[in-house]
């Protein structure tokens, strides 16, 4: 994915970008989230390690389906990524499953009733 189309996805501009790839003090994450039946449903996480590595994470697994996340490094050769992080990240994904799930189901039950 381009850089552009991540700084709006995300609805970052290039300077919060580039402060949150260089700072060299703390991690960052920012999300996307798009949860509607009748539309495309999305959750996405822009990684930053502040030592240059950006990874784009997706709770949408080709292997894994719902219960993994793909992982693509961004214009980088690596990210690192703290434990909290992580354990973060993968709650948020759950709860995104969970949520999406439910919609599904409730959508489902609305339109056969």
Not at 10 to 30: D, I, P, T, V, W
Not at 68 to 94: A, P
């Given at each position: 994915m381009k850089i552009k189309e991540l700084l709006d996805k995300f609805k970052l501009n290039e300077k919060e970008y580039e402060h949150a790839r260089y700072n060299m003090a703390k991690s960052s994450y920012f999300i996307h989230e798009e949860l509607s039946y009748s539309e495309i449903m999305e959750c996405s996480i822009l990684y930053f390690d502040s030592d240059d590595g950006v990874?784009?994470?997706?709770?949408?697994?080709?292997?894994?389906?719902?219960?993994?996340?793909?992982?693509?490094?961004?214009?980088?050769?690596?990210?690192?990524?703290?434990?909290?992080?992580?354990?973060?990240?993968?709650?948020?994904?759950?709860?995104?499953?969970?949520?999406?799930?439910?919609?599904?189901?409730?959508?489902l039950e609305r339109e056969s009733a």
């Amino acid at each position: 994915m381009k850089i552009k189309e991540l700084l709006d996805k995300f609805k970052l501009n290039e300077k919060e970008y580039e402060h949150a790839r260089y700072n060299m003090a703390k991690s960052s994450y920012f999300i996307h989230e798009e949860l509607s039946y009748s539309e495309i449903m999305e959750c996405s996480i822009l990684y930053f390690d502040s030592d240059d590595g950006v990874a784009l994470l997706k709770a949408d697994a080709e292997t894994f389906a719902e219960d993994g996340f793909s992982i693509e490094l961004i214009d980088c050769r690596y990210c690192d990524i703290r434990y909290q992080d992580m354990r973060d990240i993968i709650d948020i994904f759950e709860d995104y499953e969970m949520n999406a799930s439910a919609l599904i189901a409730e959508e489902l039950e609305r339109e056969s009733a």
